[in-house]
């Protein structure tokens, strides 16, 4: 099947299984990115666009060609069998999701510029350096700047702070695999940043 550049409103309905209504709707509060033409109000919707939309709500359809990557999460923590039971819970519960894991800040830098990833789950507490080095190593390059970071920490009195370093959510430990499966979920679920 020819991959389409873009899409008209209407297209994206049939697309979706969607009524054109409830398109639109979303098309104008941004939930899917989307240009509207001044003169004339039709929207162009990127393929790029919908993919991620379509990412984002588990959804997919031959309509548009290849179908959106799996949701790819990095976990990086010290404690080896901690890494080990976040991997082992989030693949039972999410087996589509691909679940990397390292106890190294050096290793898990490199992988933080050679793969894209869809979230960072931080052990704020990292031998030899701290959660800020790698927030910023994150927010500062283009590459990685729109990975969402989920921050585990023990040191609730710095949560404002990291919040405002570009932590975009934490959990507070300690805490289980599950709960960090649920915090995951509920901050992969979130709208990406960027253009409303």
């Not at 507070?172 to 901050?187: G, H, N, T, V, Y």
Request: with cysteine; hydrophobic share 40%; glycine share 6%.
């Amino acid at each position: 099947m020819v991959k389409r550049d873009s899409y008209s409103s209407g297209e994206v309905s049939k697309i979706l299984n969607l009524s054109d209504r409830t398109v639109r709707s979303y098309l104008r509060n941004g939930r899917i990115p989307a240009k509207q033409n001044p003169h004339t109000g039709r929207w162009k919707i990127s393929r790029e666009g919908l993919l991620a939309f379509m990412k984002q709500y588990q959804m997919t359809h031959e309509e548009v060609g290849d179908p959106p990557p799996p949701t790819h999460i990095l976990v990086v923590d010290a404690e080896p069998a901690l890494v080990e039971s976040i991997r082992k819970i989030f693949l039972e519960e999410m087996p589509d999701w691909v679940i990397d894991t390292t106890t190294s800040v050096y290793e898990a830098l490199i992988r933080l510029g050679a793969e894209a990833l869809d979230l960072l789950i931080l052990d704020f507490c990292m031998p030899g350096t701290d959660g800020y080095k790698i927030l910023e190593a994150v927010r500062t390059n283009e590459q990685t700047a729109a990975v969402k970071v989920l921050v585990v920490t023990g040191t609730v009195e710095k949560i404002d702070d990291l919040i405002a370093r570009g932590a975009d959510a934490f959990i507070e430990k300690p805490c289980s695999a599950e709960d960090l499966l649920a915090a995951a979920r509920e901050l992969l679920a979130k709208p990406c940043a960027g253009p409303a």
